[in-house]
């Protein structure tokens, strides 16, 4: 009788571990699924961003063996509004998808391969993905998983995003402007010897970016009009110059304070354009006491290369 009892319990507590080998066998499954999903994956414009096209990027980052955070973002850059903004918690379904709640109804993340593909559990529930975004638009679909870190500059709200080109040469400027300082990359590419990358920090915010051939050399220049950030909404601009299409350099803008001739009523509120491919600064003029006059003052620069480094040069001042 003891043997057959203590036979009983053993085959028991065998039965029990084995199902708690199968237990744990299943979740170290997904763990290895929640793995694999774990990265950054991005809708189809991505590829087209620098061109304009809208996209949004999905985050997936793993909680526990059963469970990940989702995270849905889209580009807000030059003031554009997102077109979808979504959190939430998804659980693992099986080894290929994860399942999240929204209300009465189930959002399904489906995977294969590198791609993951957003839809309604059901057929009839594919309109509420609509509720994340503006009118019109809706986060399903596939997001394909990145291999190389996200550029993320187009999420950043209030970014300056924006890619230019001429005669073959391209530039694509980046830069915050949530801050007295901001951080500024430029990437050139068409040039024969240094497609360098420039990155530096720059006071206040860039407000535009433009390209033209401002010395009749067939070769672009690209300037940043920029915002400095003071309560006086004082500018200032800073160029690069392409050099026979090999290298670029920098282009010194003098400062406006300092310079004798259009200094006097100076008080900011600068506006820079481009016209004729002449630099223009334009200001309000100000009297000694710092009353505002009906005048503003335009400032016609030229720019002198050949020496080390070129320069912005005062060709021609009128008040009107």
């Known amino acids: 009788m003891t043997f057959k009892f203590c036979f009983t319990c053993i085959t028991l507590i065998l039965i029990l571990q084995s199902c708690g080998d199968v ?108 509720s994340f975004c503006v009118e019109g638009k809706s986060i399903a679909g596939t997001y394909t998983k990145l291999t190389e870190p996200l550029d993320d500059a187009q999420l950043l709200e209030g970014g300056f995003v924006k890619k230019l080109s001429m005669n073959g040469i391209s530039f694509k400027i980046q830069a915050g402007s949530t801050g007295s300082s901001n951080s500024l990359l430029i990437q050139a590419s068409g040039l024969t010897e240094d497609n360098q990358k420039i990155m530096t920090e720059i006071k206040g915010f860039i407000t535009e970016a433009q390209v033209a051939d401002l010395n009749g050399d067939a070769w672009p220049e690209l300037l940043l009009f920029i915002d400095l950030g003071k309560s006086k909404k004082t500018g200032t601009v800073l160029a690069y110059s392409v050099n026979e299409g090999k290298t670029m350099s920098l282009v010194e803008y003098p400062n406006t304070f300092e310079s004798d001739q259009i200094s006097e009523g100076y008080m900011g509120q600068d506006k820079f354009s481009l016209k004729d491919n002449k630099l223009i600064q334009e200001f309000p003029v100000h009297t000694a006491d710092g009353k505002l006059t009906n005048k503003t003052r335009e400032v016609l620069y030229q720019l002198v290369k050949g020496s080390n480094p070129s320069f912005f040069e005062v060709e021609k001042v009128s008040d009107h």
């Open 23 to 130: 237990a744990n066998s299943g979740s170290t499954d997904f763990s290895k699924s929640l793995s694999s999903m774990n990265g950054i994956y991005v809708s189809e414009g991505y590829t087209t961003r620098d061109d304009g096209s809208d996209w949004s990027s999905l985050s997936i980052i793993p909680i526990n063996d059963h469970q990940a955070q989702m995270n849905i973002r889209s580009r807000v850059d030059n003031d554009k509004a997102a077109t979808c903004t979504y959190a939430s918690t998804a659980s693992v379904k099986d080894a290929n998808s994860l399942e999240a709640s929204f209300l009465k109804n189930s959002i399904l993340f489906s995977f294969d391969k590198n791609q993951v593909r957003i839809s309604g559990a059901a057929e009839n529930e594919a309109s509420f993905l609509e």
